[in-house]
């Protein structure tokens, strides 16, 4: 089962360029961490980053080490995680519910929309939702054994999942876990099965794991000034600023995680009401006879309820629900895959391939985007892929449950999302997502070592890495302020305004901008310096100080 996990989430990872920003972002800190070797200090585009803690940037740069960079391997820690999280969903089932709850529950998780798409985008949210689920999983196995030597090495995964998930994301990886063991303590009343948890043994391995980067980054990155100390940076403006303020310009209205829960589901969300009254038979009234399946929906309600008060909202902060609600739905799916004539499941069903035959007929009618040529080129073949395996899928799922099968049923249901994932994954090299790929690649030939780069307006995240360089940025701060303003000394060549990149334009030598073009239109074209574009990609232009010898 993990193998075929493991396939299912590396196939096609290296076909996609890397989107921006996120996945440039990221790859780009691991790529200058295995570069410098300095493993305390991360750094984008040569400047401190301390937005987010190193464990993701860690793992990659080692492997960036040992195998190169490219596009498998930036995205592989990824689908690594992604594939132990489908691991431990299914273990934990397993030991809760049985065997075939245990398969259920995998299936739904590495089939549900939301995991399958974010295993295949280089970002910090599925390491953390693995990491949380760890040790929730943990937790609640735990509790349910007597005192010994199980109890304890489960207790003790437990606080050390919460280490890698502190190490992930910050200080969210116990903070989480805390809250909703706490809730579920309440309101079963359970605080019994609590005892033994070990907390002096489990605290000093969360300390051991979690805590020397963060001491050793503070003692490397100490400033008089407030607002440039790593400390007060990392511990008040990302956590509790970035909760409680708009300061990160990510506001939402509370119902914002709602529809991308239901929709991220997709497509087990058809049978999610059925599974929950499957799990909570007796309501709240029994619910000391559901202690386990109440523990998930207290795990799922809570992160919810959690990232809605925040004023800062990305859909991916509530991908760590994913592996409980896999849970409930694999929990029902293996009961009722036995039962005949369960008429919720054959509901469920029907309304999945009511869904799946809109699709298929709206994917026909998709608009070529204007400034997608890639895509635009290969969407004829997508859309007639992707349309007859809807429309085929929807087809199969009625005549299944006509003959009311209920394991064909759900068969058919996953086989269908599974090719419908596979097509738009194989057609990956078509969907850039604001990559720079092709400028980069016309700019790799023509780069010397002494050429200036400029990034005018905007810094694109996935160029330094395609290019294996930093690059200057021009009237352009960002996400890289904070390091910009810690070492003015060693940055105030690099980033500067429109007057000094001019000077340097000007300069003997090649320099080459990437800038957006609307802005090129209405100001670099109308100066009186030297100026070639050589490309276009994206809305941006490559522009060179000197006459072009080809062109993208």
């Known amino acids: ?74 995205r592989l820690w990824n689908a690594l995680f992604a594939t132990a999280g489908v691991a431990l969903t299914f273990l934990t089932a397993r030991s809760l519910y049985g065997r075939g709850a245990g398969f259920a529950a995998a299936m739904a998780l590495a089939s549900s929309v939301l995991y399958y798409g974010l295993a295949h985008i280089v970002l910090l949210d599925m390491a953390v939702s693995v ?6 999983f943990c937790f609640i196995l735990a509790v349910r054994e007597p005192r010994g030597r199980k109890r304890l090495g489960l207790f003790l995964a437990f606080y050390a999942f919460m280490a890698l998930a502190t190490l992930t994301k910050g200080l969210i990886g116990f903070l989480i876990p805390g809250a909703i063991i706490f809730l579920w303590l309440l309101a079963l009343n359970r605080w019994r099965s609590l005892w033994p948890f070990h907390p002096v043994a489990g605290t000093l391995l969360f300390l051991a794991i979690a805590a020397p980067w963060h001491v050793l980054a503070a003692l490397a990155n100490h400033s008089a000034t407030k607002e440039l100390d790593f400390t007060w940076f990392y511990f008040v403006h990302e956590h509790f600023l970035r909760f409680t303020t708009t300061i990160h310009d990510r506001y939402q209205p509370w119902w914002f995680f709602l529809p991308f829960f239901v929709a991220g589901l997709f497509p087990w969300v058809f049978f999610a009401l059925q599974s929950l009254g499957h799990s909570l038979k007796g309501g709240w009234r029994d619910r000391g006879q559901h202690a386990e399946a109440w523990f998930f929906v207290i795990w799922v309600v809570f992160i919810i309820a959690f990232f809605s008060k925040s004023q800062s909202k990305l859909i991916p902060y509530i991908l760590p629900v994913m592996p409980p609600a896999a849970i409930l739905i694999g ?40 400034d997608h040529e890639s895509l635009a080129a290969h969407l004829p073949l ?24 209920p394991r064909r049923i759900i068969g058919t249901v996953a086989a269908t999302t599974g090719l419908l994932y596979v097509t738009i994954a194989a057609a990956g090299s078509s969907i850039d997502g604001g990559s720079t790929i092709k400028i980069s690649k016309l700019l790799e030939h023509r780069l010397q070592p002494g050429d200036r780069l400029f990034h005018v307006a905007l810094y694109a995240q996935d160029m330094p890495v395609y290019l294996r360089r930093e690059v200057s940025v021009v009237g352009y701060k960002g996400e890289l302020l904070f390091g910009i303003d810690a070492e003015p000394e060693k940055t105030a060549d690099r ?44 809305g941006l232009l490559l522009i060179a100080n000197h006459s072009p010898d080809s062109s993208l």
């Open 1 to 74: 089962m993990t193998l075929a996990a493991l396939v299912w989430f590396c196939a096609f990872i290296g076909l996609r360029p890397l989107a921006n920003p996120d996945e440039g972002r990221y790859t780009e800190i691991s790529r200058e961490m295995a570069l410098s070797g300095d493993f305390v200090t991360p750094r984008l585009n040569g400047v401190k980053y301390f937005e987010k803690p190193p464990l993701l940037y860690w793992l990659s740069a080692v492997t960036f080490k040992a195998f190169g960079l490219n596009q498998f391997t930036a």
């Open 382 to 405: 997508l859309r007639g892929l992707a349309g007859t395996t809807l429309l085929a899928g929807s087809l199969a799922t009625f005549l299944a449950v006509r003959k009311d099968r």
């Open 131 to 136: 990491t949380l689920g760890g040790a929730l």
């Open 495 to 538: 980033f500067v305004l429109k007057e000094g990149f001019l000077a340097q334009w000007t300069l003997p030598g090649n320099s080459y901008a990437v800038i957006p073009k609307w802005y090129y239109e209405h100001w670099f074209e109308k100066l009186d310096v030297p100026k070639q574009v050589l490309g276009e990609s994206n």
């Open 331 to 370: 929990r029902y799916l293996s009961a009722r895959s036995r039962i005949p004539s369960d008429g919720k499941l054959r509901a469920g069903a029907r309304s999945f391939a009511v869904c799946a035959a809109g699709l298929g007929i709206a994917v026909f009618f998709l608009p070529a985007p204007a």
